[in-house]
């Protein structure tokens, strides 16, 4: 069983930058692999990107370039660096897990058993 709690989220102006924590408990959590997912108003969830317990890394084609995942398998945390934030990018941000030994393109919410209650990000123009 593993719990996840986000923390980080806020209002930032265009162009800014955030990051990201996902604090989870259990004492497996280097052999999870995590990911990041969004969700505006009115529309579905989206993935943002994933990575391996060894730090292999999938990002989705809207944050290629300016959001960094990572992950620090001794704190049982990982984070998601946002740069050059775009308005577009406001969305409630959710950190989820799922037991993996191997690198895997997780890009669908159900891959995903666990998941935290998510903090909103907002990006004013």
């Known amino acids: 069983q593993v719990q996840l709690v986000e923390s980080g989220g806020g209002l930032v102006q265009a162009g800014g930058s955030l990051r990201l924590s996902c604090a989870a408990t259990?004492?497996?959590?280097?052999?999870?692999?995590m990911g990041w997912f969004r969700q505006a108003p009115g529309k579905e969830r989206q993935f943002v990107t994933t990575?391996?317990?060894?730090?292999?890394?999938y990002y989705g084609d809207s944050v290629k370039g300016r959001f960094t995942v990572s992950r620090d398998n001794v704190k049982n945390t990982q984070y998601l660096q946002m740069n050059d934030l775009k308005p577009e990018d406001t969305a409630v941000y959710y950190c989820?897990?799922?037991?993996?030994?191997?690198?895997?393109?997780?890009?669908?919410?159900?891959?995903?058993?666990?998941w935290g209650q998510g903090t909103q990000v907002t990006v004013s123009s």
């Open positions: 259990g004492r497996t959590f280097s052999t999870y692999a």
């Open positions: 989820a897990a799922r037991y993996a030994i191997s690198f895997g393109r997780y890009v669908e919410e159900g891959e995903y058993p666990y």
């Open positions: 990575i391996s317990w060894s730090g292999t890394t």
